[in-house]
């Protein structure tokens, strides 16, 4: 993992200069309770063409915001004149979180509250110019470099699939959903490998639909219906070939997990009770896996590997993909087709140390003849 390095001896950031408000009006119970109200359902004022992902993000930050200015007795929406917070309050408000949180967090916390205020009609002014300067005393003392989480390679399922081994699980053979411990070995063996050949992100795999799935002579073909990239629906397919014999072949985990999963409509990942039994909802459909629950389930299969599972998360599959395809050689174009990225910039992010000694020519320059 790249950590970010701080200087410890560059100061905070000084918040852009003003002059606080004298002694904003005290808000009335009745207007604190509907900020709370608007603060549970911030998601609702997203705009609908953004990602489900970013619309719970947005409305985690609005929550923040807006208990933060609850606790100064202003109001966060701005629609009360007496005690409306503005411009400089947000970034009052952004300056007390960069003490704790990455640039990242703080830039997306910042498009949270303007967004929102501008679906309440209650713009925040901010100049541009003047908010620059705050961010690049930002990047001098956090850093803009982003903290990675390690790549999920071979040899890492390779150690997986010796732990959750079919041949470990006779029991489950034609039992179609028999629960316990053996079900979940085959669901999370069957995830991993899904995950990592298709550079599927964690919310993608926990949406794919038992009728997302369908198999070929030549392998597995996953519909995603949609992703983060795709936020018009558009969908795509993408093929995973199968490998026999190998321990690590994604079409033969895929069926092995379906056959002990059984028939049932809803999630192909789907969630487990306790027992490693498969929940569903009141009309039979099968519940899907969290996506958090895969960042967990490959913190702990790995952590079972003897390996330092800090450094993994459920982006280790998604740069797994990328970085062992740069190993092989596979030109950027075709692993960004397969991972459905959209920039080169984006992809790029999710190459790992592993790689960067293809085509590496520094040894040759150092070389004596």
């Known amino acids: 993992m790249t950590d970010v390095i701080e200087d410890a001896a560059a100061p905070m950031p000084a918040a852009m200069p003003w002059t606080p408000p004298a002694g904003p009006a005290a808000l009335s119970e009745a207007k604190i309770a509907e900020i709370q109200a608007l603060a549970q359902k911030a998601d609702q004022l997203v705009e609908a063409s953004l990602s489900e992902n970013t619309r719970i993000a947005y409305g985690k930050a609005w929550r923040a915001w807006s208990e933060w200015c609850l606790g100064f007795g202003l109001d966060p929406t701005g629609q009360d004149p007496a005690a409306a917070a503005d411009a400089r309050w947000l970034v009052m408000h952004l300056t007390a979180l960069s003490e704790k949180r990455s640039l990242s967090t703080i830039l997306l916390r910042r498009a949270a509250v303007v967004a929102i205020r501008k679906r309440l009609k209650q713009p925040l002014q901010l100049d541009d110019a003047e908010f620059e300067a705050f961010l690049k005393g930002l990047r001098r003392t956090k850093g803009a470099r982003p903290v990675r989480k390690a790549a999920l390679l071979e040899p890492n399922l390779r150690a997986a699939s010796l732990l959750l081994t079919p041949e470990a699980h006779p029991d489950l053979a034609g039992l179609g959903a028999g629960g316990g411990e053996g079900c979940r070995d085959l669901r999370d063996m069957a995830l991993l490998l899904t995950g990592f050949a298709g550079g599927f992100r964690r919310s993608e795999l926990a949406g794919f639909d038992l009728r997302d799935a369908s198999f070929s002579a030549e392998g597995l073909i996953l519909f995603v219906g949609r992703s983060k990239a795709d936020q018009e629906r558009h969908g795509a397919e993408v093929g995973i070939e199968a490998v026999p014999g190998s321990p690590l072949c994604v079409v033969a985990a895929l069926r092995r997990w ?100 293809v085509g590496n020519f520094t040894g040759k320059l150092l070389r004596e003849e």
């Open 258 to 357: 379906l056959e002990a999963r059984g028939g049932m409509a809803g999630a192909l990942f789907c969630r487990l009770d306790r027992g490693g039994n498969p929940v569903a909802d009141a009309g039979g459909r099968l519940l899907p896996i969290d996506p958090a629950t895969i960042a967990r389930l490959v913190k702990r299969v790995v952590a079972r590997t003897g390996v330092d599972a800090g450094e993994f998360s459920g982006h280790s599959l998604r740069a797994g993909m990328m970085t062992a395809a740069d190993l092989l050689g596979i030109p950027l174009e075709k692993a960004m087709e397969h991972g459905r990225w959209k920039s080169y910039s984006s992809a790029r992010i999710y190459r790992r140390h592993e790689s960067l000694w």
